[in-house]
């Protein structure tokens, strides 16, 4: 096995031993990682038709941060407002300038791609509204999260807001610490499983190419990535912290069985 990252537990880190020097295991961000999240973020429009509702409100620039493929930015674009793309991910990067370049040229042209890390970012501009959506904030940790509020309240103009989403992890909602999903998208469908025993401070997501074959003889090329779990509750808690006051919590669509989330609306603080 080829490892660029830590192997994964329960059933896919089964699976994994069982495929032995087959298996090629990669972070979700590298350059095959982000073709398979890319694919599967442009399935549904979770927290997008919510976060533009806001967006609409708030007349002038935008950043969206964590970017990625372009899963919110395109659709900000579509709003006519001006854009800044910030992401850390060269492959990403590169999957964003493509879609851009496909694009309509209004759209490319109101779009400014940055590569940047979301936690340490200075940039000469202010903006309306600073975007952290699909519950990116989870990939930064205790130490890394103070520095992304120091800059969202350097690049806020006034009145500005910061509009981030998270996931509540209710396990309530299932007795299982593993859950496997089949997901279907335009380009393959991929088997997905999430490990995640209440009380932990992160999840596990690992995702295989749906169909292969324990047994056989090909490569599988397979994603993981792990995901810190912040509460509402907590992360309002460390944005009052950070000189924000919350304006509003909006309640977003399920993005699955256990994944009731939240996305927050803050002001900085006077």
């Not at 429009?45 to 395109?74: F, N």
């Not at 699909?134 to 103070?146: K, N, Q, W, Y």
């Not at 593993?178 to 596990?204: H, I, Q, S």
Request: charged share 20%.
């Amino acid at each position: 096995m080829s490892a660029t990252t830590t192997a994964p537990p329960g059933r896919a880190g089964e699976l994994l031993a069982a495929l032995g020097d087959r298996a090629v295991l990669h972070g979700m961000y590298d350059a095959y990682g982000s073709s398979v999240y890319h694919h599967l973020a442009t399935q549904g429009d979770h927290e997008v038709r919510e976060l533009l509702g806001v967006i609409r409100q708030l007349p002038g620039p935008v950043l969206d941060l964590a970017a990625g493929s372009g899963r919110l930015t395109t659709p900000i674009l579509a709003l006519g407002r001006e854009v800044t793309a910030l992401e850390l991910s060269p492959s990403m990067l590169g999957l964003l300038t493509e879609r851009l370049a496909t694009g309509p040229a209004a759209l490319r042209e109101r779009c400014t791609v940055v590569r940047g890390d979301m936690s340490d970012f200075s940039l000469e501009q202010r903006f309306a509204a600073v975007v952290l959506g699909t519950t990116s904030v989870s990939l930064l940790d205790e130490a890394g999260r103070p520095g992304l509020y120091r800059c969202v309240r350097e690049h806020l103009a006034e009145g500005g807001r910061f509009l981030l989403s998270t996931v509540e992890m209710d396990a309530a909602r299932s007795s299982d610490i593993e859950v496997e999903l089949t997901v279907p998208t335009g380009a393959a469908t991929y088997r997905m499983y999430e490990y995640w025993a209440p009380g932990d401070a992160a999840r596990t997501v690992t995702i295989f190419p749906d169909g292969f074959d324990v047994a056989g003889e090909k490569v599988v090329h397979v994603c993981t990535t792990t995901i810190g779990v912040l509460s509402a509750n907590q992360l309002e808690a460390e944005l009052v912290g950070a000189g924000f006051a919350v304006r509003a919590r909006h309640p977003l669509p399920m993005a699955g069985a256990r994944h009731p989330s939240v996305l927050l609306e803050a002001e900085a603080a006077a």
